[in-house]
Every structure is written in structure tokens, then in C-alpha cells.
């Protein structure tokens, strides 16, 4: 029995343009960093303090503290400025699928790579509220653990603040590599989404239990009695 939905943000439940790989890919070349379309993909859906300082050493800079900051600080900056211009909006039938889960009696959490003044300000213009009869459960930010994604700790803190104990009753569902790496490290079901930038083929590389259109599939899916009885990435 399924209890709860872990869900990316960008790429996965949110439209945001590919603003977020032109605000990391600008932030990185402003610091005096070159780095390839490869290297940005395999960062995304990472930590964004963390991308940044492995796409500096990757583009020949070296990555200490103090740059690290100032160019995640301007990535911040370079970001809002794309949302201002065009702000996020919901991916095609997430709204509806987050409320047909929470109707079933699933719980629905959202971990993304994004800090938590990112975050707040996106959720806040979709008017995605959470807790207290909201659309979410909860939401974790990759500043409120150890380490983001690919390690499991985004999604561990969702099962915390969600009351879900058994990993094989967590669904993990994002677009990137590093989604499906995150729910594999957690001992979660993991589901890739074909609404970032990344094709099936890229997506069946990583451990999964499937590989959907989008979000809006989920219910489906959780509805299949086959479900119950998974327990264990193929």
C-alpha cells in the first residue's frame, strides 16, 4: 500500500522554462567557468551549492567557498529574474493527479534541489499551500539536509515530516538522473517522468519501477494491485 508521493519540482511537477539550467549555466560562465550541456545535465536536480561548485572545477575555476557563494548568489539573482519574466507553472494534469492521490489517502511531498528561498516564493505564486488541507503534505529543500540528491536524505526527511516509516510504501517520483539515484539510495520505489529533459532510454539507465509521460500518470499507477507486492528496484 502506497502512503506517500515524493515529488521533484522543476522538470517534474512544475513548468519553469529550463530556466533553471540557463540561470546555472549563466551563473557558472559569469565566474569564468566553461562547461558543456553534459555537465549541466548530469548536475540537475542536484543541490544547487553543489552543482555549482562541481560545474566551476568542471569548467577550470577553482571551486573555493567564497566563489562558490557569490555564484550562487547570482545564480539566485539570475533565476528570480527568469521567474519575474516568466513564472513557473504547473506541468499538464499535476494538479489534478496530487488531488486524486491525497483522495485515496496518499500523502504528497515535494524534495527539490532548490534552497528554501527558492522554493517558497515558486510554491507561493502557484498557490500550492502545505498542510492544513493544501495541495502538500510537506516540502524539503536541499538546505535542510545533509546532502542533496543523489544521496537519500530529501527524502528520508519527507517520510519524517509526512509520519511514513516503511520505505517500500514511498513512491519517488523526478526527470533527472539524480532523481531516480536519490530513490534508489532511499530504498523507495523510484519513477522517472518524461517531462524534463531526459528520454526514456536516459531515464531506464537508473533503477526504477517505471518510466511515465508525466505526474498526471501516477494514479494510474498506483492503483495497479501490482504495487502491493513491489518491494525492490529492477
Known sequence: MIELVALDMAGTTIDEHGDVYRALEDSVVEAGAQVSAENLQAWMGADKTEAIAALLELGGVRADAALVERTFGRFREILAGFYAANPPVPLDGVEEALRSLKASGIKVALTTGFSRDVADPILAT???EVGGGGL???VVTSDEVPR???APHM???AMERT???DVSAVIAAGDTV???QAAANAGVMGVGVLTGKLDADALGQCPNFAILDGVKDLPTLVAQSRWSSLSRPR
Open 126 to 128: 502557484l498557490g500550492w
Open 163 to 165: 509520519g511514513v516509516m
Open 178 to 180: 539524480n532523481d531516480l
Open 148 to 150: 542533496g540528491r543523489p
Open 155 to 157: 527524502i528520508h526527511r
Open 136 to 138: 502538500l503534505d510537506a
